[in-house]
């Protein structure tokens, strides 16, 4: 079975760290660019990260820049996104993507999709 799988979220205070992984079944991240999204209630799909298949400079959002970190590790088929000095505006759902390629900072051409994992940062 084809899919991806989103762990790691929770419950922090502002100022603390989460990191989220998204680790794939039934095919192989290093042939995949992936890209990192979340989407909070009541707004719009926000890409956050991609990353080409080369591992090669990774794009973030202006929203994350200096705080999130993406990494992967190809012989546990897994990406992570660390994230730290978390703020009540990053409360959200995150998604991982698996893709063709990275434009304007984000995903292009997803197939496939994780289920989401709930972050929310709250004092």
């Known amino acids: 079975q084809v899919q991806l799988v989103e762990s790691g979220g929770g419950l922090v205070q502002p100022g603390g760290s989460l990191r989220l992984s998204c680790q794939a079944s039934?095919?192989?991240?290093?042939?995949?660019?992936m890209g990192w999204f979340r989407q909070a209630p009541g707004k719009e799909r926000e890409a956050i990260s991609c990353?080409?298949?080369?591992?090669?400079?990774?794009q973030y959002a202006d929203s994350v820049q200096g705080r999130f970190t993406v990494s992967r590790d190809n012989a546990k088929n897994t990406v992570y996104l660390e994230m730290n000095n978390l703020e009540p505006p990053d409360t959200a759902v995150y998604f991982c993507?698996?893709?063709?390629?990275?434009?304007?900072?984000?995903?292009?051409?997803?197939?496939?999709w994780g289920q989401g994992t709930q972050v929310t940062v709250s004092s």
């Open positions: 993507a698996a893709g063709r390629g990275c434009i304007r900072k984000q995903l292009w051409s997803a197939e496939y």
């Open positions: 039934g095919f192989s991240l290093d042939r995949y660019a």
């Open positions: 990353m080409t298949s080369t591992n090669s400079s990774p």
